[in-house]
T-cell receptor
Framework: QKEVEQNSGPLSVPEGAIASLNCTYS??????FFWYRQYSGKSPELIMS????GDKEDGRFTAQLNKASQYVSLLIRDSQPSDSATYLC???????????FGSGTKLNVKP | SQTIHQWPATLVQPVGSPLSLECTVE??????LYWYRQAAGRGLQLLFY??????ISSEVPQNLSASRPQDRQFILSSKKLLLSDSGFYLC????????????FGSGTRLTVV
């Protein structure tokens, strides 16, 4: 079993819709959760971090964490073609020095 | 502010040749440093990480090595490249304990021919 699982996609949504990206993890001791966006040919960039159960909103992005069910999700509201990228989920224990990354979900936002 | 520099951006090397990729961080001290590799269409594979000078952990057995000669410098090396070493190499840094996420460099695309 992989430490972090993501559906590889591609997930296709029309412009203006809500994109929902999901991630499950296996280590119940995980306490730090991150979403990275990676455009084709570029390096990943951190877009959201979440540490507590519930929702965390930042602009059009909302991260959701449910530790009991061991999943973390990312919602992108009013999706734009510029959101088309691969989204990577990363998980870590507190003070653990390294993350476990999922293999990423490719998102296509169609104009 | 902190910045991370990684070079070169692209590299084409013959099989059996040596490799040296360099990464430096500015604007912080005693960072954690990481080398990742991403094969085409694949996820990120952690190769090495370092929590301090001469403190390097290797995650996968392979013909690569890493060194940290200075606090903010991390070098990835190979004595003889294999075709399977082709990929996108990413350096990253974090504050100690990595609790607040990594910041990645711009990456080096290595093609072994």
């Amino acid at each position: 079993q992989k430490e972090v699982e993501q559906n590889s996609g591609p997930l296709s949504v029309p412009e203006g819709a809500i994109a929902s990206l999901n991630c499950t993890y296996s280590d119940r001791g995980s306490q730090s959760f991150f979403w990275y966006r990676q455009y084709s040919g570029k390096s990943p960039e951190l877009i959201m971090s979440i540490y507590s159960n519930g929702d965390k909103e930042d602009g059009r992005f909302t991260a959701q964490l449910n530790k009991a069910s061991q999943y973390v999700s990312l919602l992108i509201r009013d999706s734009q073609p510029s959101d088309s990228a691969t989204y990577l989920c990363a998980v870590s224990r507190w003070n653990f020095n390294k993350f476990y990354f999922g293999s990423g979900t490719k998102l296509n936002v169609k104009p | 502010s902190q910045t991370i520099h990684q070079w070169p951006a692209t590299l084409v090397q013959p099989v059996g040749s040596p490799l040296s990729l360099e990464c430096t961080v500015e604007g912080t001290s005693n960072p954690n440093l990481y080398w990742y590799r991403q094969a085409a269409g694949r996820g990120l594979q952690l190769l090495f990480y370092s929590i301090g000078i001469d403190q390097i952990s290797s995650e996968v057995p392979q013909n690569l090595s890493a060194s940290r000669p200075q606090d903010r410098q991390f070098i990835l090396s190979s004595k003889k490249l294999l075709l399977s070493d082709s990929g996108f190499y990413l350096c990253a840094w974090s504050v100690q304990s990595a609790n607040y996420g990594y910041t990645f460099g711009s990456g080096t695309r290595l093609t072994v021919v």
